[in-house]
């Protein structure tokens, strides 16, 4: 082979080599789920560059989520109070239950679209998602443990040594992957395709019927405001007239801030699949959508932080409430609820 020729090839194999690896570096970002935000939603705040999505990470966030591994007594998992079925949150009792059968002081939440909040748990107390396992866990009426002791566990356990060494490339569980994995689960928790949303998409052969459409009306005249469309929530935090519960002593929002402005506000809950999230509001204490109607139209309590929208009262006929709550039906997310890749890891 000549010296032209000898060079030339020489180029090609080099070439060919950087090529090579070139698609070797791109096999980890291939490797990553994309997170799609679905038509006509706004951006996620979460910072997906900080924690991308893979498959391998998102199989250890569902796998820790439904491990009472995470309690003191390892008998209380996140799912515990969070179902799948129930649009993530639970509907068998008002306030959440823990360990030794202890009882909180807050209904839990739905788990449902966190990419776009801000904040979460009732009061806001918690400002970041990969933060936010921290609190269930170190709460004496939830969880009752250490997330160092946590972590020592997960390092016991050869499953957990596996698949953290699938996930991150090491088989050692650290407090950042730990907390990591269950956003990346939490963050697939996306809900999108209820009826309301098929019609939003103008998809063929679906419509409201007249009396959803009717009540679609009202939400938007009298429920919107605070349950902004497409997410159902504006994220802020709002007194709605709830006479306070005394055996509670639950101040909402000031807790957090000391702000008295900010005296029995609680978070905005989103109302997607609100059929099947019962019961309602921070404490629990309405079963029905029929009750809360109710509340809304003359049980709400005069307060000086009382939200400007609901001053006065939310004037719904007994027709005009059921109209709402036939449009509200139309939220659920059937597709969503029954999806097995969010239920118990088999």
């Not at 129930?86 to 209904?107: P, Q, Y």
Request: hydrophobic share 40%.
């Amino acid at each position: 082979m000549n010296q032209k020729y000898l060079q030339g090839f020489l180029l090609l194999l080099i070439a060919i080599t950087i090529y090579a690896c070139a698609s070797t570096q791109l096999v980890a970002p291939k490797m990553e789920v994309a997170f799609d935000v679905p038509e006509g939603w706004p951006q996620p705040v979460y910072d997906f560059s900080k924690n991308p999505l893979t498959e391998a990470k998102i199989a250890l966030g569902r796998k820790i989520f439904y491990d009472p591994i995470l309690s003191r007594d390892s008998m209380i998992s996140c799912a515990s109070c969070h179902l799948s079925y129930t649009a993530f949150t639970h509907t068998d009792h008002d306030l959440s239950h823990g360990i030794d059968d202890r009882v909180g002081t807050r209904n839990s939440s739905a788990l449902t679209n966190l990419a776009w909040s801000p904040y979460f748990m009732w009061d806001g107390a918690i400002n970041h998602l990969d933060m936010q396992a921290l609190a269930p866990i170190a709460h004496p009426d939830e969880m009752d443990f250490d997330v160092k002791l946590v972590i020592d566990r997960l390092n016991r356990n050869d499953s957990y040594k596996s698949a953290f060494k699938d996930a991150w490339g090491d088989d050692v569980a650290t407090g950042e992957h730990f907390l990591k994995s269950i956003s990346q689960f939490i963050l697939t928790i996306v809900t999108f395709n209820s009826k309301y949303d098929q019609v939003m998409r103008e998809e063929e052969g679906v419509a409201f019927t007249e009396i959803e459409q009717k009540g679609y009306a009202q939400f938007k005249a009298k429920c919107a405001s605070c349950h902004v469309e497409p997410l159902f929530t504006d994220y802020s935090f709002q007194n709605n007239g709830l006479a306070v519960d005394p055996s509670l002593k639950d101040n909402g929002r000031m807790m957090v801030t000391g702000n008295v402005a900010d005296s029995l506000k609680f978070k905005v809950p989103s109302l997607r699949n609100i059929e099947f999230s019962d019961p309602y509001m921070h404490d629990g204490r309405f079963r029905r959508l029929k009750f809360v109607m109710r509340h809304y139209g003359y049980g709400m309590v005069e307060h000086e932080n009382l939200a400007d929208q609901l001053r006065g009262k939310i004037d719904l006929s007994a027709d005009e409430r059921v109209e709402l709550i036939a449009f509200l039906k139309t939220l659920t997310d059937q597709e969503f609820l029954r999806n097995e890749k969010f239920s118990y890891p088999k």
